[in-house]
């Protein structure tokens, strides 16, 4: 039966120090050291065989600063991989280690055996253990390897089958950052009237359905039967609408085209309450992307767009939008269909004025955009592709990648979107290897009916969160999940906060195990 107090097994090196006493010691205290991202059998076995050797076992974890072997790792943060570890009658004490090796930990507590796995001697003693076997006879400890034959690879584990842990990670955030459910549902609250005037590239998205016909005899060509369109205001437009949706006041600056899509996207955007300012170029047309949709597979997608940058004139007419629109926040939603690029984006941010709320988005399919061209902004938001070609990185795993583009952004708040992985986010702390610096928040999306809009519906909601609560932690897990019931709808739909709502008592219900 696990001690319900099996929390309080967790230590710091001082609280440990303390508890253990001065080397030699009447009780022997034996020491193992890891990642131990997913706990397996064979960890198991080498805790049980430890502990068999001594009266009292000390499990050292890795801290998540220094995990840096793989990308997305680790897959369990050190707050729950601790937990894990605690939960195990056979371990004594936890402590999770702040330095990439045990070193310290090794001089400070002086364990009398440190135990390591079979593994770390069949193939020759590696220096990093060697290095701890001369801190352990320093004093007079002892290393010793755990027997056996069988070694299961964590990093195997999680590559074959990875376990959704999603909740569970985000009660130890939780509890970490003193967060509840209620906090979400209150900054709900706290949003609504917050005035945000949004910037950036209307893209018209059309759904063309259609059925098999067959294919020609004499050429490769696919025959369908049209069945219908549906057309949605999406881009910049769709994360204007999100924020309107979720009770903000929406001012709209925007590119559109002298054609068809003008009055069409006038019309949606005020019939939903988002003041429009359109600022017409007749020499281009309203970006429209049609995917040609036949039994609900992509067939292909035919774009109308122009792509070229505004000219001088219009520039001047977006920077005197930015300057003299009264606001609390400005998002630049880049889609880089003409707004936004090397030339223009300075004169946008000088534009700017000095007390609002200052966020970048950089949304980026098919051609390529540089989110830090945005420097010193207060929220930014890309995804894991315009990160690496923003930093010219395509090697360094996530939090390293994460940490080098937060620093060079200069920005307060960095959601770096990574899919189906969730997210990670940085924020603005006096050491940025410190644990509370960044943090992971996993995908809650169950049932993907389509991903695209996901992002806008995150950058709306977090932007909003973090403006009203200063939380990153409250706006990251708001947009999380803003994000999952975008994907649960086919098309640019606006979520709203009752959407939310139910995603917060649904999540709330399964961390109080009553769903």
């Known amino acids: ?94 402590v999770i280690d702040d330095d990439p090796v045990p070193l310290n930990n090794i001089a400070d507590l002086q364990p009398d055996y440190f ?88 893209i018209v998205d059309s759904y063309t359905e259609t059925t098999m016909i067959g294919g020609q005899t004499k050429t490769p060509t696919l025959s369908v039967r049209y069945e219908g369109q549906r057309d949605y205001v999406g881009g910049a437009g769709i994360v204007a609408k999100h924020l309107k949706a979720a009770g903000a006041d929406v001012t709209f600056s925007t590119l559109l085209g002298d054609d068809q899509w003008t009055d069409f996207v006038r019309d949606d955007l005020d019939g939903f309450g988002v003041t429009t300012n359109a600022i017409v170029d007749d020499t281009r047309p309203t970006t429209n992307k049609n995917a040609i949709i036949c039994n609900e597979q992509r067939l292909l997608k035919v774009d109308h767009l122009d792509n070229r940058a505004i000219s001088e004139k219009i520039q001047a007419r977006f920077h005197d939008a930015v300057r003299g629109t009264d606001t609390d926040a400005v998002v630049f939603a880049d889609f880089r269909h003409g707004i936004f690029n090397k030339g223009t984006i300075p004169g946008m941010v000088e534009a700017l004025p000095s007390t609002v709320f200052r966020v970048a988005d950089s ?38 990648l994460a940490l080098k583009l937060f620093k060079e952004a200069r920005c307060k708040n960095l959601i770096l979107k990574l899919g189906e992985r969730g997210l990670l986010a940085y924020r603005q702390r006096p050491n940025l290897d410190d644990v509370r610096s960044f943090f992971a928040v996993d995908s809650f999306a169950e049932n993907v009916v389509d991903a695209v809009g996901s992002g806008d519906a995150l950058l709306a909601y977090a932007t909003l969160a973090e403006m009203a609560t200063g939380n990153a932690v409250i706006a990251a897990v708001l947009g999380s999940f803003a994000a999952a019931v975008e994907c649960g709808h086919d098309g640019n739909v606006p979520v709203t906060p009752s959407d939310l709502r139910q995603m917060i008592d649904k999540y709330e219900r399964r961390a109080d195990y009553e769903e």
């Open 115 to 202: 135990a390591k796995g079979y593994d770390y001697v069949s193939n020759g003693v590696p220096q990093k253990t060697l290095d701890e076997k001369s801190a352990l006879e320093s004093y007079g400890g002892e290393m010793i390897f755990t027997p056996g034959d069988v070694v299961y690879s964590s990093s195997h584990l999680l590559e074959t089958a990875p376990p959704n842990i999603a909740l569970e990670k985000l009660i130890v955030l939780f509890d970490a950052e003193a967060i509840t459910f209620d906090h979400l549902r209150s900054a709900l609250d706290e949003i609504r009237g917050l005035r945000v005037h949004v910037v950036g590239d209307t």
């Open 363 to 400: 949304q980026v399919a098919s051609r390529w955009g540089n989110i830090l061209e945005f420097q010193g902004f207060d929220l930014i938001t890309p995804n894991e592709r315009e990160a690496r070609f923003a930093l010219g990185d395509q090697d360094s795993v996530i939090r390293p």
């Open 1 to 94: 039966m696990v001690d319900p107090n099996f929390k309080s097994k967790i230590k710091t090196p001082a609280e440990l120090k303390a508890l253990l006493g001065p080397y030699p010691r009447d009780k022997k205290v034996i020491m193992c050291h890891g990642t131990f991202d997913v706990v397996h059998p064979g960890h198991v076995r080498h805790l049980i065989y430890a502990r068999s050797k001594a009266d009292v076992l000390v499990v050292s974890l890795t801290c998540d600063a220094h995990i840096g072997k793989a990308n997305f790792r680790p897959f369990v943060p050190e707050d729950l991989r601790a937990l894990n570890l605690a939960a195990f009658e056979m371990v004594d004490y936890v």
